[in-house]
Each structure stands twice: as C-alpha cells, then as structure tokens.
C-alpha cells in the first residue's frame, strides 16, 4: 500500500520507515488483513509525541490552540484583544494563554502556526504595512515565539490559515480544484487554493483584496487612508457606520431601539434587525451585499475557481444575503466563468477554522520533506528553532501542500 | 545527461529514446565530448518531420502560421477581418491561407493551434458565450479544422496564446514565476502563469477581465451589454470614441485634422496626437491608462505577480502610457504585492506573438506525455485526429506545462 501511494521503491520507503520509527514519529498498530501473502504491518503517527500551537491574531479575538501531531485540536482559549495595540500586548498574551494550555502536558512543542490579520511576507514570516496592525509592521514574530517556545514557527495571512482549516475539515472543499474562500466581517481577504494547494504569490500577499477600489466606493474614506476601498463600503465597519446613521436618522426604529439601549450599533444587530423585518436595514443590508458580490464577480472572472466558499462573519448571515451576492456575481461574471461554480457558505467557525488552519499550517511545514529530512537526524524539530535555518529550507515563491 | 534531467532509469529511457527513434521523430546529431567513459550519443528533434499550424484570430485581424516541430515559424498570412462576420467566412479563409503556407511542403500537419478573442471552453475547444464575436458561441472549431486538416486541434483564448508565445520568446519571462501577461487593444484580456504554466482555471476563461465593472466605469454601456467594463472605458475603441468627442468639440487640433482627412479616429491616432504635443489627447490617454492601471492593481493585490507584461496595442505607446499605468498600480496595489513587482512591455509584436503561441500550444499538446503516449504506436499524431480521443486525454481543469 505504502508503496503504491508514494510511488517510491520499497527499499527507499522501507530505510524512511524505519529512520520515523526510531525517532518515535510512527509506531506499530498491528498487523493488517492480509491480501494472500504476509499480513502487512500497520503503522500510525505517534500523535502525543509532540504538540503543535496554533495563535490566531483577529482584529479584535485572540485564540491560541493546542494540537496533537495529527492535527486534532486537544484544547483552546480566547480572548478579546485590539490588534491596534501593537505587538508587544498581543503576544505576550498569546505567550500566557499558550504556557496556559500547554501546562502540564508532558510532550513537547514541536510546531508553531501563527495567523495575522494582515499581508505577511511568508518566506521571512514578517507582517509587510499591515493597514490595521500600527506597530506591527516587520515585528519579528516569529523569532521571538521560536525563541520562547524553542520550537520552528511559521506566520501567515489569517485568511489563508482560515482557508486551511476549512479545507482540512471539509473533505469537499478539500478536493475542489480551484477554490477562492472569502472572509467577510469586519475585514474582507481571500484565499487561493489552486490543486489543493494555498497560493501565496510572489511574495505571499495574494488573496489580499480588503483595499481593491471598487465601483461603488466613491469618496469614502478607507483606515488605509485611501479612497473607495472593498472593506470600507462593504466590511463589517462599514455595516455598522451605516446601520448607526439609519439609527440616528430614525430610518430604522429597530436600530434605534437598539442605539438607544447599546449605544453602539455593531454588524451583528444590523443582520439582526433586518431578519425582524426592519426595511431600512434589510435595504443597507442587501446593498452592502451586492457591492461584495460586485468585486467577488471581478475575481470569479480573473481566476475561474470551482468552488467559492463564504467565510467570517456573513458565514452567519441568513439566506437574504448570500442570495445578493450570488446573484451579483451570476450578474456581472463571465457567464463561462460560472458555468460550473458553486457558491458555499463556510462551515466551520472563524475562530475554529483561524486556529485549526494555524496548526495544520505548523504541522504541514515540520512535516515537509524538506524540514523533515533537517531535523530527522538530531531527533526533534525543536533542532529547527533558528529562524535563518527554517527560511532558508522554505522555498520563497512555490505554493505549499496543504 | 538525460538521466539526470528526466529522473528516470536508464532502462526506461533507453526504450522511449528507441520508440522516438522508430517514429523518426528524434534522430541522431553525432557524438558529444566524452566526459571519461565513452563518448555520449547526441540526439535531436527530427523537426522537419511533421508541420504544426498556428491559427491567430483577432477582432480584425487574421494570422496564419506554420512551423516545424520546434516552434519554428516557417511562414505566415495575415489578413484584415470582421470577426463578428462570424466562423464560415473566417475559418473559411484561415484554411485558404494555409492551405497556401503547406503548399508543396512534404511534411503533414501534425498539429493545429488556434486562439480566438473570446472565453474558451478549453476541455472541448468551445467558444462559450463570447461578448465580441456574434455567431460563434459553442461553433465546433476543433471539429471543423480536424475533419479538413486530418491533425488535431486545441483551441484556447488569444490572450492565452499570446502570453505563451512571449514566454517562449523571452527567457527572462519564462523563468519568472508569477506573471501576468495583459493585452490591452481593442479588447482587454489577461493570462495568468504559474509556476511556467498557464492557469485556465475550472472551465479555461480565466484571466477574461474585459468585462469586470470598473470604479469609473458608471454609466457607458459596452458591447457585452453590461454597463461600465473595462473594455468599454479603457479599451481602444473607448479610446477612438472619446478622441472623435475631443476632434468633434475642437478640443483637440490635432485630432480634428485627422477626422476632417481621414473621417475616423482609430486609437492610434489619439496616441499619435499624444505624442505630438496635443493637449487634449494627451489628457485623454493618461486618463485612459490610469483606469486601465487602476483595474490592474486590482488583479496585482489579488494575485501577487512577480511579473506584469503587457502586451498588444498598448506595447506600443510611449512611456507616458506606461509611467500612468504603474503610477496606478503602485498607488492602489498592496504595498507587499509590489514589492519585487516588474512591470515590462511585451517583445513581440502581437500578430507574431498570437501565432507563436497557437503553435506552441499545439506542439505542447500533441507532445505531452498522454498524448504521446496515444499515438506513438501509430507512428504519427493524426492518428488522434477525432476529437473524442483528443479530450478524454486531456485533463480539463489542470494548467499545462508551456
């Protein structure tokens, strides 16, 4: 079996097994059925022999995961945070709640995964002008968890590791050829998986669509100190800022029951008052929707995917939404671009699919034939914790397997 | 040498070199300089073998060429045509020309390429809804040109052609790994390579962007129907409708001089007028280069290209053109995505660039291993010539090597 999938010759894979045994990677789990000759022994991955972190850096959550080598999330936290606060706040949190969940477990971290809000160069790991991250731009992450935790960390666009996670939990969307997942809430990016596999692009910024101009954008103001961005006229910042002037101009009496009483006017109460049936909200709603779709439609053209899933926070948006964004992109696309396109909503989420994404993420780049073969002899990854030795071992502009 | 280049045995070489050798596809070329053992055996494509045909059609234009079996262009026809007259007189006269280049040439077609300026189906060589040639929409041009040339044929979008051509040509382009190539005339498209190989996307349109709303688009209506595309503001025709409007008010001297001679306005004038000095077309071709620049920082943030080519009409202006155009783009695109970003004008013309590649993708196919594979025992590929057997062996939705 293990010859016909990995299409090496026996004696290759026979010397390979026996290098992960002895390190302790993969243990005996019996013997098989046998197909006429000798039983064939079965082997698995020794789970617990090490741990992998995921952290997952929102706008304004933080989770930090812990992971077996198999990828299974043993436990989480999360915590409110406000990635404006800059590095030094943020991390060290995330160092507490990591020491917190790793405890009293005895195996140790062998992996890293750390998702930002925010364009990372992948190959140095480094947050390159993040628009919503002041502080953090080209902080060194990573070598400061490398050298807290001693084990290799990876960094990445948290949309990407969202987009991992889906796929790792999605056996459909894991199999789609071509897929764009779009996060949408209070900021927008996507994911290009192209084969199975993230693309990153030259540089790892692909998917970074949250400050596109589009068509509707007008004068409006971006936080990028730009003009007409996608997530200033259609993020989650944006639904709000709107759904307050509905309020304050008794547009809608649903939000301003609501801003009378909160004082705030969030996206969530937005979606809330128009599923009550509040029109003006439902009217807001239903444009900033298509205006997604709108830009969603240009993408769907340039890059033909099979599969568009919906994630963040619209993934929790009722039918009302997803049917002006399907439409809009059913509109404005190439109609052969859509021919065989599916339009799907998210199913796990966000904070599961941000940290499940940064632990695969983790998990994949260790395991990578590459990185293996590096740290195989001396027995642990924690042999891989200099960051100029993992850079150096990544290929800068290849996607990666996920 | 080729054991190290192609990674397999020696013995499995030494079979497919001796079945090459009896199709007469490969022969000998002598012996190379001995490196201590004994002296290598040289070997080289039999290029004279067989002829490809490389079909070019454009919105006005016609090209035609043949090639030996290495991409060579042997010969060309051009001649000016109304694409929208529709596939008979078109594919009519594609086969006069070159029934007229293989002439008295010995050699049989072994391959045919064809791009058209339209999304394509590529799995079946379909035309699907094309905005800009009336009557063709799922027109059997693989059937037609198979059944009369007895050779297979593959069918792709021009701008896919045109971007493997210029690869092919261009060195530095071939080895880079992310490019965008835009062709940008009269109509507006683009190509998408990836790691040396064109991406199609799930059903072969990818990269069709001339019809992507745009933020300055508002109201004009294109020729797809929709209001504000790209072609519409940015393309030439855009450009020749809004210089009449400046030669009409006298806005611009220059260009009413030509509309008073020549009675029409074609982009090149505006450019022209540009160049001479004339106010008013000069404002008009900035303006109309930075909305083009403006879409492309769009597709740069999104993708995350190491290259931008551009190609067609645009290749030809001067670098005011090109200085608006990544002006736009380095203002709007993500400051990471233009980090190493080169942006360049294509090196070919594009009539020579459109057949280059329709030769190329042919060669690419008809000699890719399936294929190969196929009809070896044949002794020659137009024992592929039924379109069936043809698709089921290509797989639709993977980017092929170029």
């Not at 998986?193 to 669509?209: E, P, Q, W």
Request: hydrophobic share 45%; net charge neutral; proline share 6%.
């Amino acid at each position: 079996m293990l010859v016909e999938q990995v299409g090496r010759g026996r004696s290759v894979i026979a010397q390979r097994v026996s290098e992960l045994e002895s390190a302790g990677l993969i243990e005996s789990a019996g013997l098989g059925p046998s197909s006429g000759g000798r039983a064939p022994r079965r082997l698995r991955l020794a789970a617990e022999r090490g741990l992998a972190l995921g952290v997952d850096i929102a706008a304004t959550e933080l989770v930090v995961g812990v992971a077996d080598l198999t990828g299974t999330v043993l436990d989480t936290r999360q915590q409110a945070i406000d990635v404006a606060d800059g590095p030094e706040p943020v991390l060290s949190l995330a160092e507490r709640l990591a020491d917190e969940l790793v405890g009293t477990r005895t195996a140790p971290v062998w992996a890293i995964g750390v998702g930002v809000p925010g364009p990372v160069e992948f190959r140095t790991g480094l947050p390159v002008v993040p628009p919503i991250m002041p502080g953090w731009d080209r902080y060194p992450i990573r070598d400061r968890l490398a050298a807290r935790f001693r084990a290799p960390v990876w960094v990445d666009n948290d949309v990407n590791l969202m987009a991992l996670g889906e796929l790792r939990s999605d056996p459909d969307a894991g199999t789609a050829g071509h897929v764009l997942y779009v996060r949408a809430g209070i900021g927008i990016g996507a994911a290009i998986v192209m084969d199975g596999k993230l693309y990153r692009g030259a540089n790892g910024s692909a998917g970074d669509i949250g400050h596109v101009a589009i068509p509707e954008g007008g004068s409006i103001i971006c936080r990028c100190g730009n003009l007409g961005c996608l997530e200033a006229v259609a993020g989650g910042a944006a639904l709000a800022r709107d759904g307050r002037m509905l309020a304050e101009s008794r547009q809608s009496p649903a939000l301003a029951a609501v801003l009378a009483q909160a004082r705030a006017i969030r996206p969530y109460d937005v979606a809330q008052a128009a599923e009550k049936g509040d029109r003006a909200a439902r009217a807001l709603l239903q444009r900033t929707s298509a205006l997604l779709g709108g830009t969603l439609a240009t993408l769907v053209s340039f890059y033909n995917p099979n599969l568009l899933v919906l994630g963040g926070g619209i993934a929790r948006a009722k039918a009302r939404v997803l049917a002006a964004i399907r439409e809009a992109i059913y509109r404005r696309a190439l109609p052969l671009a859509t021919q065989d396109l599916r339009i799907e909503v998210s199913t796990l989420p966000e904070e599961v699919s941000g940290v499940t994404g940064a632990v695969h993420l983790a998990l994949d780049e260790v395991f990578s034939p590459a990185n293996l073969e590096l740290w195989l002899e001396a027995g642990s990854p924690t042999a891989l914790d200099h960051s100029a030795t993992v850079t150096t071992t990544l290929p800068a502009t290849r996607p990666r397997s996920i």
